[in-house]
């Protein structure tokens, strides 16, 4: 079992759409959790970052974390074409090892 | 305009050719980090830095070395290049190890022949 799965898509959703992106993960010590996009041809930019459990909002992007269930979403409202791109979960531990483990990404195509 | 530069953005080499990825960014970063991509398994560590002089393994580190003698550059050597490196590289620095987030490079693609 990896410990970070990521459904892979493609997503494809109507312009406008609320898109809700997921992760799921093994390992209990994960503490920071982020989101990245990543557009075609490009490095991945961090989008959102939270430490351990809760909701964290930045305009249209809203990041949550559920540690219990070990479980982390990234919503977007009123989604645009502009917003087209693989997003890839990331997550760390907060000691023992300098590493972040990345799922492997969920395309999301949103179209006009 | 905070960036991590990596070159060269492609390269095609043949089996056995040393060769050199370059990596700087100008954050004053401590941690930095190189990554390869491939599909279906996504981002993996190859290895990382913590300051200078300080590297660790990743995931994957066979036939990689790296080294950081100055806190800004963090090459990637790849001493003898084979089909199997034929991947999608990234470097990428944060400010630490933990939950700050990676300003990640523009990729450099690498095809080993």
Redesign the interface.
């Known amino acids: 079992q990896k410990e970070v799965e990521q459904d892979p898509g493609p997503l494809s959703v109507p312009e406008g759409a609320i898109v809700s992106l997921n992760c799921t993960y093994s390992n209990s010590a994960f503490q920071y959790f982020m989101w990245y996009r990543q557009y075609s041809r490009k490095g991945p930019e961090l989008l959102m970052y939270t430490y351990s459990s809760g909701n964290k909002e930045d305009g249209r992007f809203t990041a949550q974390v559920d540690k219990s269930s070990k479980y982390i979403s990234l919503f977007i409202r009123d989604s645009q074409p502009s917003d087209s791109a693989t997003y890839l979960c990331a997550m760390s531990a907060t000691s023992g090892t300098y590493k972040y483990i990345f799922g492997t990404g969920t395309r999301l195509k949103v179209l006009a | 305009e905070a960036q ?1 530069t990596q070159n060269p953005r492609y390269l095609i080499t043949v089996t056995g050719k040393k060769l050199t990825v370059t990596c700087s960014q100008n954050m004053n970063h401590e ?1 930095m ?1 190189w ?1 390869r991509q491939d599909p ?6 190859i290895y ?1 830095s ?1 300051n200078v002089e300080v590297t ?1 393994k ?2 994957v580190p066979e036939g990689y070395k790296v080294s950081r003698k100055e806190k800004r550059n963090f090459p990637l050597i790849l001493e003898s290049p084979s089909p199997n490196q034929t991947s999608l590289y ?1 470097c ?1 620095s944060s400010f630490s ?11 450099t693609r690498l095809t080993v022949v």
Do not use: K, N
């Open positions: 991590v941690y980090s990554y279906g398994l996504g981002l993996r560590q990382y913590m660790d990743g995931d990234f990428a190890g933990y939950g700050y987030g990676y300003t990640f490079g523009s990729g």
